[in-house]
């Protein structure tokens, strides 16, 4: 009874089992860790996630801490509930009743109570052991006689008469029992190894789940951005080809009402003209001169010029008008204001503004008085020594450092030597040769020695496939997602490498330098 109780307090509400992997929530309630998780991936995108068993609401997803101890009891009670099944054999010779049998005997494959066992074990022969009713299989399939040995050089169980007269005769034998305890021991050797390796895949799950769901929800939240800005765009652009239109028609109408109105005033010239034509033509006509000179004054029907010149000046001015209708102005101002709006939606960042910390130059460097340029001299600077400087290389750090966000900043290399850029821990050493930039597995570095371009890290280095097509060069710090890339700022921009990791401290920008010059330098957000 007190099993059963036991066991009822050991399953999982959701699936009905053996907790696996059973896990907490803030309310107390456990459940196996992969039921939780179906369950708590059914409520994304609802109002919240709650507790299935008490139904308390979470307002984010809640965190899933191992329950270590209930685990432990889990473990310890399966062998037992196995223990107790294997026990429920019962005593051979209580037919009237069911007794629970307490041992039994391999030679007679028997189960006995106590009363009966005080009987049976007066005899030296039988073989007894805890009760089973799988006998068979403690028997030997060929001689149907007692396993009591172990061949360890076919490595199986073996009866006597398999030593004896059997295909194991000459072989060594050794005792199970003997056999048993060696391989509890190596098992025990190896169960710490197997719980340790356990451990660690059990929290490579869980950051992988939690890295997983924190992209999902990275994912989310764009996808609502994108989708509420799109939405926006589209009323913006409709409102945008609205006012487009609109300008159109109202500078139409301001250049065509002009126009309609020298040719209505062309229109009243051409009847008048065409009016003295014709009484021009009726004079030729006739053939009475007197007629002829007394019927209109000539002066007036051969005035055709008044007006003309300026006419023709407005004409002229209609016609040749360049300005048009200017539709691409209108469309790239009221476009140039959308983009704006979307900049602005979606912060766009500028370039790190990097200074060099002259406090950790090496002595062949020279920095600039904006602490922005380095370069490699002949001459020792014999800078003061301190913990900060490195000792052995020509190399400087950024006084910045940055230990969240997104980051990038630009050097532009000039000159004939070798030169490394890339990122580092403050911790790196400052003297020998493990503190070059990328020797270390506390750097990171794209290097150009000898007109060959490769990156670098924890002295492994690869080599790119193709030289730079520019003298500018961007490395990009994402720290949350332990990202450090390098781009080439060709037209258009080219990826070089990126390394990936999991950042333990702030990172400087750094530089190393041999008879050469870098510049470090911000710029417009290109990527």
Known sequence: MASAKLRAELECSICLNIYTDPVTLRCGHNFCRVCIDHVLDTQEGSEGHSCPECKEKFLDRPALHRNITLRNIVEHFQPAQLDQEESRVFCTYCVDSSVPAVRSCLRCEVSLCDKHLRVHKKSPEHV?????????????????????????????????????????????????????????????????????????????????????????????????????????????????????????????ERITVPILDLIQDLEIRKDELSRKIRHIEELCNMTDPLIVLQKSDTGDLCDTEDGDNEDRERDEKLLHDEGGLDVAGVL???????????????????????????????????ISDDWKTVSWSFIDKNHPETPERFQDCPQVLSRQSFSSGKHYWEVDVVGSGEWTAGMCYPSIDRRGEESHIGCNNKSWGLKWVGDKYSVIHDSDEIPLPTNLSSDRVRIYLDYEAGRISFYDLCYP???????????????????????????????????
């Open 332 to 366: 790239h101002t009221g476009l140039s204001y959308i983009i704006t709006e979307v900049n602005v939606y979606f912060y766009i960042q500028g370039a790190a503004d990097i200074l060099l910390d002259v406090n950790t130059a090496g002595n062949n460097l020279q």
């Open 128 to 252: 007894l052991c805890d009760p089973t009713l799988s006998m068979e299989r403690r028997k030997c399939s060929i001689h149907k006689k007692i396993l009591e040995y172990y061949c360890t050089e076919d490595e199986t169980c073996i009866c006597v008469y398999c030593c004896v007269i059997g295909a194991h005769k000459g072989h060594k034998m050794v005792s199970l029992d003997e056999t048993s305890k060696k391989k509890k021991e190596t098992l025990r050797n190896i169960l710490p190894k197997l719980l340790t390796k356990r451990e660690e895949t059990e929290e490579r799950v869980q950051s992988l789940q939690e890295h997983r769901r924190k992209v999902e929800e990275e994912a989310t939240g764009d996808t609502k951005r994108v989708t509420a800005l799109f939405r926006d765009l589209r009323r913006r652009l409709e409102d945008l080809e609205k006012r487009v239109l609109r300008e159109i028609s109202r500078k139409m």
């Open 493 to 527: 921009i080219r990826h070089l490498h990126t390394f990936t990791t999991t950042f333990t401290e702030p990172l400087h920008a750094g530089l190393c330098v041999r008879e050469h010059c870098i510049k470090i330098f911000g710029g417009d957000w290109e990527m």
